[in-house]
Nanobody
Framework: QVQLMESGGGLVQPGGSLRLSCAAS????????MAWYRQAPGKQRELVAA???????NYADSVKGRFTISRDNAKNTVYLEMNSLEPEDTAVYYC?????????????WGQGTQVTVSS
């Protein structure tokens, strides 16, 4: 199993920035997709951003242009740069990895890190 550990969350004012990090216990070089999800109170968990092993990215419309996902395979870490944060960005942010090897699919989740955007 792969353990994912998020860090970097906290309280930030509207318009501020945060960088979330997700450190994996094992190599993510062979991991097809690394992603960030978030879940706000009373809402379903939603995909925020994802990045493939080839470096292709996709973002939720709500964060496009404000957030940037990146990965450092050598450090087994994925990042989420969050800029121009809004109160609506308040949520628990989860790191996720997905890999398909043969007929098996592997999905792992971090424990989440709280991001609160408030004045």
């Amino acid at each position: 199993q792969v353990q994912l550990m998020e860090s970097g969350g906290g309280l930030v004012q509207p318009g501020g920035s945060l960088r979330l990090s997700c450190a994996a216990s094992r190599s993510i070089f062979r991991t097809y997709t690394m992603a960030w999800y978030r879940q706000a109170p009373g809402k379903q968990r939603e995909l925020v951003a994802a990045i493939t092993s080839a470096g292709n990215t996709n973002y939720a419309d709500s964060v496009k242009g404000r957030f940037t996902i990146s990965r450092d395979n050598a450090k087994n870490t994925v990042y989420l740069e969050m800029n121009s944060l809004e109160p609506e960005d308040t949520a628990v942010y989860y790191c996720h990895s997905h890999t398909t090897r043969g007929a098996r699919e592997y999905d792992y989740w971090g424990q989440g890190t709280q991001v609160t955007v408030s004045s």
